[in-house]
Each structure stands twice: as structure tokens, then as C-alpha cells.
T-cell receptor, first 107, second 118 residues
Framework: LAKTTQPISMDSYEGQEVNITCSHN???????ITWYQQFPSQGPRFIIQ???TKVTNEVASLFIPADRKSSTLSLPRVSLSDTAVYYC????????FGGGTRLMVKP | GAVVSQHPSWVICKSGTSVKIECRSL??????MFWYRQFPKQSLMLMAT?????????EQGVEKDKFLINHASLTLSTLTVTSAHPEDSSFYIC??????????????FGPGTRLTVL
């Protein structure tokens, strides 16, 4: 299983773009990179998934360099409601959650 | 809308009693479901994989006789915490693979069940 490493916490302000980087040095050839968001006392919510280059949806963008050993989740123009824990997973066929990044968005 | 539901959303019980938590997939079938436990300020820890029609697969260190899992239908998995003790108090979350992805690492998660054992 690919172990992931991401910052424990980040602070931002409303309206800013937030980039959270995750390293997964041992990612396997078949692994996808998946990001989840979790609010307190709720189950995680799928945000985005990618294999290489760039993926964008209505919520976020995911940037993956050619070596795939890291990925960056980009949240455009965050609001207070984006305050949550963000998890990066690159686990193969099983879900292994690392520590996640606790994002605090301030007014 | 929610595609995986859990019931109850919270439960308080006395030490020594058993508690059953249900996880249902809504509008899709799930031959596999996953159960997690999350302590305050910590990440999710996978407890077991629930397999429809067969025995669950437990992660190392998880007592299968204490955390009974039954996956009796393609839309329902249950987790029973037997003889609960205060240290079992936690947030229990289930998940099921998104049917359109074909991959088990893309999941729908339930809203979680907060268990408090007095």
C-alpha cells in the first residue's frame, strides 16, 4: 500500500486559493489518487480522483506530476464552509486513511 | 442526496450491552461494504470488510467476536458491538464502493454513528 504524507494543518482566508500537497512515493502503477473531505461528525465525502496530469470538477482541481509521487488538491476561492479535514488516498484496492490535512478558513 | 445511510445516527448504551448499527446502500447494490472507526481528532481506521453472503474480513487487531458483522443482503450490512465498554465509544462509519467507478477506492460513506458507552 502506498503511504501518503500531507501537512497536518493549513490556514487560509476566504476567497483565497488553497493548495494541499500529498506525497505518495511508493504509489503503484495501477493506483489512482483520491481525495476526500470530512466535516466534524460526518462521513468523508469524495472530492476528486485522478491518475495523471490534471483533473478538474465543479469542486476542485487535482494536479499530478509525471512521476505521480505527489499530487496537489487545489480549492479555488475557499469559503468558511470549506473548513474541514482533507484526506489524500493512494491505496490500491483498499482504503487506508492517513492523518489528513485540517484546513481552517478564516473570515 | 445521501446514497449510504446509517442507523442510528447516535446511540448511548450501558456498559456490557450490545449495540447494532445498520448500514444501507440506497438505490444501488453493494456486495462489499467497509466499516471504520474514528476517535476524536484522529483519522479513520478500517475495522473490517463486510462481504455479502460470506464472512467478514477483519483488520489486524480488531476482535471479530466483539465486532460482529453481518452482510445479509446486497443493500444492508450490520455491525454489532457486543458487550460494549467505554473504550468502544467512538464514531463508526460505513462505506460502499461507488458502483459507477468499478474501483473499491472510490467510496460512498455513510453519515456515521456516534456510540457512547456509559
Amino acid at each position: 500500500l502506498a503511504k501518503t504524507t500531507q501537512p497536518i494543518s493549513m490556514d487560509s482566508y476566504e476567497g483565497q486559493e488553497v493548495n494541499i500537497t500529498c506525497s505518495h512515493n511508493n504509489i503503484a502503477t495501477n493506483d489512482y489518487i483520491t481525495w476526500y473531505q470530512q466535516f466534524p461528525s460526518q462521513g468523508p465525502r469524495f472530492i476528486i480522483q485522478g491518475y495523471k496530469t490534471k483533473v478538474t470538477n465543479e469542486v476542485a482541481s487535482l494536479f499530478i506530476p509525471a512521476d505521480r509521487k505527489s499530487s496537489t488538491l487545489s480549492l479555488p476561492r475557499v469559503s468558511l464552509s470549506d473548513t474541514a479535514v482533507y484526506y489524500c488516498l493512494a491505496p490500491g484496492n483498499m482504503l487506508t486513511f492517513g492523518g489528513g490535512t485540517r484546513l481552517m478558513v478564516k473570515p | 442526496g445521501a446514497v449510504v445511510s446509517q442507523h442510528p445516527s447516535w446511540v448511548i448504551c450501558k456498559s456490557g450491552t450490545s449495540v447494532k448499527i445498520e448500514c444501507r446502500s440506497l438505490d444501488f447494490q453493494a456486495t462489499t461494504m467497509f466499516w471504520y472507526r474514528q476517535f476524536p481528532k484522529q483519522s479513520l481506521m478500517l475495522m473490517a470488510t463486510s462481504n455479502e453472503g460470506s464472512k467478514a474480513t477483519y483488520e489486524q487487531g480488531v476482535e471479530k467476536d466483539k465486532f460482529l458483522i453481518n452482510h445479509a443482503s446486497l443493500t444492508l450490512s450490520t455491525l454489532t458491538v457486543t458487550s460494549a465498554h467505554p473504550e468502544d465509544s467512538s464514531f463508526y462509519i460505513c462505506s460502499a464502493p461507488r458502483p459507477t467507478s468499478g474501483r473499491s477506492d472510490t467510496q460512498y460513506f455513510g453519515p456515521g454513528t456516534r456510540l457512547t458507552v456509559l
